[in-house]
């Protein structure tokens, strides 16, 4: 079967680094989305890699590696506002999107 | 403004009654999509559609059905044959020529059967 895990929830101090890390199993591969989602809200699109390596993005990087199986989402410089839930998502053989469960993160002061 | 709108936010529904969800984008998306979430899992896929009057079912299509008449609105009718239907739903658009993977979400649509 087809497998995303994730954390569950990870707590971080204001203005640190935190790293929500992401393995998955699937039936082939076509790219690895990160997705934010505050509570009760949609989630909205972070990043997309399907190469390996580091792509940066602001204060947010995400980093593939394809022979691993493993990602991870780097957030750095957190502010209280980055308090959401982190969803690893992966785009199937068949182009479809294989969900993770997500990543609460909770940010104190 | 372009986005997708979904409607109603809250929903309460009796059991043994149909209940349908609207989803409405002004994106011009050809692809549209129906997202079931519940605590403690990832999205599953009920239904979507590549193109007006054609969709696929997804991995959890039973006791829900879907119309594409218009590109613009792609409904979302919960069936009195869906057995645990109290979730959070969510649709979503991708517009042409992407990796598919980057969807546009509409704020979502709480239902809860008493």
């Known amino acids: 079967g087809q497998n995303i895990d994730q954390p569950t929830e990870m707590t971080a101090t204001e203005g640190a680094i935190v790293q929500i890390n992401c393995t998955y199993q699937?039936?082939?591969?076509?790219?690895l989305f990160w997705y934010q989602q505050h509570a009760g809200e949609a989630p909205t699109f972070l990043s997309y890699?399907?190469l390996d390596g580091l792509e940066e993005k602001g204060r947010f990087s995400s980093f593939l590696s394809r022979s691993k199986g493993y990602s991870y989402l780097l957030l750095k410089e957190l502010q209280m506002k980055d308090s959401a839930s982190y969803l690893c998502?992966?785009?199937?053989?068949?182009?479809?999107?294989?969900w993770g469960a997500g990543t609460k993160l909770i940010i104190k002061p | 403004d372009g986005g997708i709108t979904q409607s109603p936010k809250y929903l309460f529904r009796k059991e043994g009654q149909n209940v349908t969800l609207s989803c409405e984008q002004n994106?011009?998306?050809?692809?549209m999509y129906w997202y079931r979430q519940d605590p403690g899992q990832g999205l599953r896929l009920i239904y979507y559609?590549?193109?007006?009057?054609?969709?696929q079912k997804g991995d959890i299509a039973e006791g829900y059905s879907v119309s594409r008449e218009k590109k613009e609105s792609f409904p979302l009718t919960v069936t009195s044959a869906q057995k645990n239907p109290t979730a959070f739903y969510l649709c979503?658009?991708?517009?042409?020529?992407?990796?598919?993977?980057?969807?546009?979400f509409g704020e979502g649509s709480r239902l809860t059967v008493l």
């Open positions: 994106l011009n998306h050809d692809a």
């Open positions: 699937t039936s082939g591969f076509n790219g």
């Open positions: 979503a658009s991708a517009p042409p020529g992407t990796h598919t993977g980057e969807l546009f």
């Open positions: 998502a992966v785009l199937d053989s068949n182009y479809q999107l294989i």
């Open positions: 890699n399907v």
């Open positions: 559609s590549q193109i007006v009057n054609d969709f």
